[in-house]
């Protein structure tokens, strides 16, 4: 027909969802099934992920769901599972802020060095990044029992259906992947005596990944076949193909627990000088580039209202909004704010060692990390034009901090471009729209963005005031 209904699994760093889209010529329509909390667990080896909650949670939205032609699943990217010799997980993903990775990117260094290693794959340096913790994981007991890696979307694709595969644009966060080749960087896997025999074979969005296992079937009531699609199942790359931009002078912003912050190109740019801007190069629908920086994002903010009790969002954003703009500002890029615990603290420390006033109430902490996430979407959307050589007219931001107006207007007060706002659930849009592409029900993903320019309505953000009050700050952080 012309038309269908598809269940995106979409799992965040705080909260799982499957969303039923509906797609038709002139329709898309998102409607939520279920969403559940993914809450990490320190457990006495260190920070897990809780990934059978996650799956009785996926189980538990696709029997929400009711009848749909495909599923899809995507996550946050780099964390995987390890499988024994009979496919059985061998215990919980580590997750990315876990501690095991420290030191490791020194020793990795030591025999491939960074310049090398970016050359060569164009991934930023972060220490979460799954060639690290490999290299962490390589002397385990449980390691020498892996005999396949399955990254998050994929494990969850291979109970879902018993099929296993890897989804190439979260293959790109591994640091294992060519981004001029998007195949396997043989060199680099080699050089760190890393097994890729260990992966299962790549596959691209769009790929059949499978039907709904019988036992899934039954447990989710819905009748077979129900295929699952392989869709980009890296939440950013779903949510970047999901931007409603109308041409590619464009930069977005994925805000969620993170903001991703950057272009859309359609070649990596592998220069010494965007290194060292620690800008990444990963793998996006139909051979596009996300060229991008993490920013420490909302993380900074949850943590905070994790540690104050978990007061009214609404309201403590209102207060925030009427503190005075940008009296102290932190760097929301340091991988210093990676780890949970302590926020409030860590913020007014950083404060206090830049010689600036120490937020005190939580409604001045707020701010500080409003101004602070604000000045760094606006010094990575222009280091990304300069960079790239590529220039844009409007910031499009997506993602659950679509929710938050007063960050929203920062942004496009510190950009000094017009902010469109929306979608909040970008990435299970993204999800959709690749399942209903594999059933020939939309086009390429220019077709895709016209269809979500034409169903979806963004909210707009004009820059108020002059920049000046941003590049100074941005100044100030740079003088320390
Ligand atoms: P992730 O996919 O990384 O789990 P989301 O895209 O769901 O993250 O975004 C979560 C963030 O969205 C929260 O940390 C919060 O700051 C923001 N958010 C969610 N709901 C609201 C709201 N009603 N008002 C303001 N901000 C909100
Ligand atoms: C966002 C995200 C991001 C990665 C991080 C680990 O959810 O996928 O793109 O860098 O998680």
């Known amino acids: 027909g012309d038309s269908g209904s598809y269940a995106a699994v979409d799992l965040g760093a705080s909260s799982g969802r499957v969303m039923v889209g509906r797609v038709g010529p002139?329709?898309?329509?998102?409607?939520?099934?279920?969403?559940?909390?993914?809450?990490?667990?320190?457990?006495?080896e260190g920070l897990?992920?809780?990934?059978?909650?996650?799956?009785?949670?996926?189980?538990?939205?696709?029997?929400a769901a009711g009848p749909v032609d495909s599923v899809g699943v995507d996550s946050w990217a780099v964390?995987?599972?390890?499988?024994?010799?009979?496919?059985?997980?061998?215990?919980?993903?580590?997750?990315?802020?876990?501690?095991?990775?420290?030191?490791?990117?020194?020793?990795?260094?030591?025999?491939?060095?960074?310049g090398e290693l970016y050359a060569a794959t164009g991934l930023q340096y972060a220490p979460f990044n799954t060639l690290y913790q490999l290299v962490a994981a390589r002397d385990t007991a449980q390691f020498a029992a892996a005999r396949r890696?399955?990254?998050?979307?994929?494990?969850?694709?291979?109970?879902?259906?018993?099929?296993?595969?890897?989804?190439?644009?979260?293959?790109?966060?591994?640091?294992?992947?060519?981004?001029?080749?998007?195949?396997?960087?043989?060199?680099?896997?080699?050089?760190?005596?890393?097994?890729?025999?260990?992966?299962?074979?790549?596959?691209?969005?769009?790929d059949a990944a499978g039907l709904l296992r019988p036992?899934?079937?039954?447990?989710?009531?819905?009748?077979?076949?129900?295929?699952?699609?392989?869709?980009?199942?890296?939440?950013?790359?779903?949510?970047?193909?999901?931007?409603?931009?109308?041409?590619?002078?464009?930069?977005?912003?994925?805000?969620?627990?993170?903001?991703?912050?950057?272009?859309?190109?359609?070649?990596?740019?592998?220069?010494e000088e965007s290194r060292a801007a620690n800008f990444t190069n990963e793998l996006g629908l139909d051979g596009?580039?996300?060229?991008?920086?993490?920013?420490?994002?909302?993380?900074?903010?949850?943590?905070?209202?994790?540690?104050?009790?978990?007061?009214?969002?609404g309201g403590l954003l209102a207060q925030a909004a009427r503190v005075p703009a940008l009296r102290s500002?932190?760097?929301?890029?340091?991988?210093?704010?990676?780890?949970?615990?302590?926020?409030?603290?860590?913020?007014?420390?950083?404060?206090?060692?830049?010689?600036?006033p120490v937020p005190g109430t939580p409604a001045e902490v707020t701010r500080c990390i409003l101004d602070s996430l604000a000045l760094a979407h606006r010094r990575a959307v222009a280091d990304a034009q300069r960079l790239a050589g590529h220039p844009v007219d409007v910031v499009h931001v997506v993602g659950g901090g679509t929710r938050n107006a007063l960050l929203c207007q920062l942004t496009a007060d510190a950009c000094g471009l017009p902010v469109v706002a929306g979608p909040t659930e970008a990435a299970a849009l993204g999800n959709v729209l690749v399942q209903a592409r594999a059933q020939g029900l939309v086009?390429?993903?220019?077709?895709?963005?016209?269809?979500?320019?034409?169903?979806?309505?963004?909210?707009?953000?004009?820059?108020?005031?002059?920049?000046?009050?941003?590049?100074?700050?941005?100044?100030r952080l740079a003088d320390r």
Not at 232 to 239: L, N, V, Y
């Open 215 to 271: 036992e899934v079937l039954e447990e989710t009531g819905l009748t077979g076949p129900v295929p699952v699609t392989a869709v980009g199942s890296h939440d950013t790359a779903s949510a970047v193909a999901a931007v409603p931009a109308v041409d590619e002078r464009f930069a977005y912003i994925c805000t969620g627990t993170w903001s991703l912050a950057g272009l859309e190109l359609t070649a990596p740019v592998l220069t």
């Open 26 to 44: 002139d329709r898309l329509e998102l409607t939520e099934a279920h969403r559940f909390p993914n809450r990490p667990v320190r457990t006495p």
């Open 48 to 63: 897990r992920w809780d990934v059978l909650a996650l799956y009785a949670g996926v189980l538990d939205g696709l029997r």
């Open 149 to 206: 890696l399955l990254l998050v979307p994929d494990l969850l694709t291979y109970w879902l259906t018993g099929e296993q595969g890897t989804e190439l644009t979260n293959a790109s966060t591994t640091q294992l992947v060519d981004p001029r080749t998007r195949d396997w960087s043989r060199e680099v896997a080699d050089r760190l005596g890393i097994d890729l025999g260990l992966f299962a074979p790549l596959r691209r969005p769009g």
């Open 329 to 356: 500002v932190v760097d929301a890029g340091d991988a210093a704010f990676l780890a949970p615990g302590r926020m409030p603290e860590r913020i007014a420390a950083a404060c206090r060692a830049s010689g600036q």
């Open 79 to 114: 964390d995987y599972g390890l499988l024994d010799a009979d496919g059985a997980l061998l215990g919980n993903p580590v997750h990315y802020r876990d501690a095991r990775t420290e030191g490791v990117p020194e020793q990795v260094w030591a025999s491939l060095p960074a």
């Open 288 to 313: 596009t580039v996300r060229y991008l920086r993490n920013i420490m994002g909302l993380w900074l903010l949850q943590e905070c209202v994790r540690a104050w009790g978990d007061p009214d969002l």
């Open 443 to 475: 086009g390429d993903l220019g077709g895709m963005r016209r269809l979500l320019a034409r169903t979806q309505s963004p909210a707009r953000y004009e820059p108020r005031g002059d920049t000046a009050r941003w590049r100074a700050a941005e100044a």
